[in-house]
């Protein structure tokens, strides 16, 4: 990561005690600019109100997921506006399971 900036990872390889240590530091520690997490590692319940952009680079074939992984943004405590960006590469498998994403909605 770039110089200055405190971040947090979640990932498949967290341990589940660790998972909400880094999600309450996250929450409550203005100084932490970027917080990692999987999409599927991150799991049911996770609150991520310090968070006000998420960004989904790897989309999955079934819709419920990325949306759960914005869902965590938007919980009861958000304050802040949450922006979503999706980064999808024209003519890729991504932009195949997006299209399907969107039909299946």
Partial sequence: MASGLDY????????????IRIVREFNSIQEINICLVSTMAGGLGLNFVGA?????????????????????????????????????????????????QVYKQ
Wanted: charged residues 30%; proline residues 3%.
């Fill in 52 to 100: 006000n952009v998420v960004i989904l680079f790897d989309p999955t074939w079934n819709p419920a997921n990325d949306l759960q992984a914005i869902d965590r943004a938007y919980r009861i405590g958000q304050y802040k506006d949450v922006k979503v960006f999706r980064l999808i590469s024209l003519g890729t498998v991504e932009e195949m399971m997006y299209l399907r």
């Fill in 8 to 19: 947090r990872r979640l990932d498949g390889n967290t341990k589940s005690e660790d998972r």
